[in-house]
């Protein structure tokens, strides 16, 4: 079973960055993407950010320009930079990748204050 761990979160001000990571251990196959995922209070959850095995992103367009999204492939690690962070940016974040499965971390709490 393929665990993922999440670190990073916190809170922060407006206009503040933070780095979220997350590694994925123990990874028999390929994986296939990565990304990240948020839902606030209230909402559903909804994309980050994502990166393909190729190297493509994709990016909701509320983020775009702000974060950015990059990975270690041989530490099976996914890292999303969040900079000019805004108080609509406040949720918990979950990782996800997909190998033959998808699967989820446990979330971390971002909380930016106005």
């Known amino acids: 079973q393929v665990q993922l761990v999440e670190s990073g979160g916190g809170l922060v001000q407006a206009g503040g960055s933070l780095r979220l990571s997350c590694a994925a251990s123990?990874?028999?196959?390929?994986?296939?993407?990565m990304g990240w995922y948020r839902q606030a209070p209230g909402k559903q959850r909804e994309l980050v950010a994502i990166?393909?095995?190729?190297?493509?992103?994709n990016y909701a367009d509320s983020v775009k320009g702000r974060f950015t999204i990059y990975r270690d492939n041989a530490k099976k690690t996914v890292y999303l930079q969040m900079n000019g962070l805004k108080p609509d940016d406040t949720a918990v974040y979950y990782c996800?990748?997909?190998?033959?499965?998808?699967?989820w971390g446990q979330g971390t709490q971002v909380t930016v204050s106005s």
């Open positions: 996800y990748i997909k190998t033959v499965r998808e699967y």
């Open positions: 123990p990874v028999f196959f390929s994986i296939k993407a």
């Open positions: 990166i393909t095995i190729g190297g493509t992103t």
